[in-house]
């Protein structure tokens, strides 16, 4: 499937903490992202088949990816964005608290070094952490950023 044809889902959570509004971003795992920080930041999330709901592989990914169920909690609705790629990218924003050491990353495989014949496992999320949303903005992937603007405008 071609990336203008895949579609991804997640689950933003926030927090209240005592600079203001926080968010839970992971930032992307494997050597590509490895020396970034800009632009290497996600909401946690992943793709989906066009058969299940999006709400589901939210839930599911958000599983996958950190290794613990999804909170429970009102969902907000962030909408979607389409990524520069072409991937469409569905958000929830839910308010919890998650400590990021209880965080147990799924992995994916890869072969690395490039045309070595090995193949490597890598975490899909290295590290989690909680951000205000100005220093998320700069952190996360370039079309997500409306995704904190939109919790923005939500949040009381």
């Known amino acids: 499937m071609s990336a203008a044809g895949r579609r991804s ?6 927090r209240h903490g005592e600079d203001g509004l926080e968010v839970l971003l992971g930032h992307m795992g494997g050597p590509f992202f490895a020396k970034k920080d800009a632009g290497a930041w996600t ?16 839930r599911r990914e958000f599983r996958e990816e950190l290794g613990m169920e999804p909170p429970d909690g009102e969902a907000v609705p962030l909408g979607e964005v389409r990524q520069r790629g072409g991937k469409v990218v569905t958000v929830w924003a839910v308010e919890a608290d998650l400590d990021p050491a209880a965080v147990v990353p799924g992995t994916f ?48």
């Open 9 to 14: 889902a997640g689950l933003l959570l926030y």
């Open 109 to 156: 495989t890869m072969e690395w070094p490039p045309r070595s014949g090995r193949v490597r496992e890598f975490p899909e999320l290295d590290r989690v952490a909680w951000y205000g949303l100005e220093r998320a903005r700069g952190l996360v992937v370039a079309a997500q950023a409306a995704f904190l603007d939109r919790l923005a405008d939500h949040s009381p």
């Open 43 to 58: 909401v946690p999330k992943g793709e989906y088949e066009p058969e299940e709901p999006a709400w589901e592989a939210a």
